[in-house]
């Protein structure tokens, strides 16, 4: 795939470049895939295309006879349009909710740049109205459950949380009493730690879902709750683990397993 400020190509791809990625990364859903892109995106609008070469044959007739050819052909997709923005560009910085606003959480931020070694710049939470528009402008389709997402080629070091994945993360932080201890809050802890994870360029959801399960408990407690809280929560996830949508679970998730972050401990996850 290659990317350009100009839409201007040929039937070979852009004139002039300026980067590129291999989609080889299998996304959430089947036959898609992702990659980043093998140079950082300044703040602007870019275009991209795929190339690609299909084998087929074809009849020739130079005028004497005609004759069937067959071969790879070089095709061309796009090129499509697509805005580079800064961190929480658009997005108003604040922490905790605030009635029909979206916002950029400062304190969720710094968690997520923790446990991605500093590659996260912003995380965001999104209201209704404004979450159809973002999964939509990143290509999600309607309809699909969406819980968060990191877009690889436009913002890779943004996560982007849905209403209800903040709205539970804001019961356990900002409320008090913090919210109950259920699968809920599992889940939106998990989705927190599962995306900062995607900005360190890990896409396989697999892989990414296992390691975010075993840092629930430590981001459970960075937002304020209890040891006995933050292990309930990592214990609710594991239990319904199978559970997880296909690809999102791997038998080597498991304790001493490859995936394992610590296998000098015996605590799971």
């Known amino acids: 795939m290659e990317i350009s400020t100009s839409p201007d190509h040929t039937d070979f791809g852009f004139i002039q470049d300026v980067s590129f990625c291999f989609p080889t990364v299998p ?64 997005l108003p910085t604040r922490g905790g909710p605030a009635d029909g606003q979206s916002r950029t959480d400062p304190f969720y931020t710094q968690i997520a740049r923790t446990i991605s070694r500093g590659m996260t710049q912003a995380v965001d939470c999104f209201v209704g109205a404004d979450w159809e528009t973002v999964t939509a402008n990143h290509g999600i389709p309607p309809g699909y459950v969406e819980l968060g997402f990191v877009d690889p080629l436009i913002s890779p070091n943004e996560v982007e949380l849905s209403p209800d994945v903040c709205t539970s993360l804001d019961l356990l932080h900002y ?69 997880e949508p296909p690809g999102y679970w791997t038998p080597d998730c498991r304790n001493n397993g490859r995936l394992d972050l610590n296998r000098r401990s015996k605590v799971w996850p």
């Open 175 to 243: 409320q008090t009493p913090r919210a109950p201890a259920n699968l809920d809050v599992a889940i939106a802890v998990d989705t927190l730690a599962h995306e900062a994870i995607h900005t360190l360029g890990i896409y396989d959801e697999a892989v990414t879902e296992c390691y975010a399960g075993q840092e629930i408990a430590w981001t459970a407690m960075q937002l304020g709750a209890p040891y006995a809280y933050a292990r309930r929560l990592a214990s609710l996830w594991w239990a319904n683990y199978r559970n």
């Open 27 to 90: 996304w959430k859903e089947p036959h898609k895939y992702t990659c980043n892109s093998a140079f950082s995106l300044t703040p602007g609008t870019y275009y991209w295309l795929l190339t690609y070469e299909t084998y087929g044959c074809r009849t020739i007739d130079y005028g004497y006879g005609s004759f069937q050819y067959c071969g790879y052909n070089f095709q061309v997709s796009g090129p499509f349009k697509f805005t580079v923005g800064p961190a929480g560009s658009g």
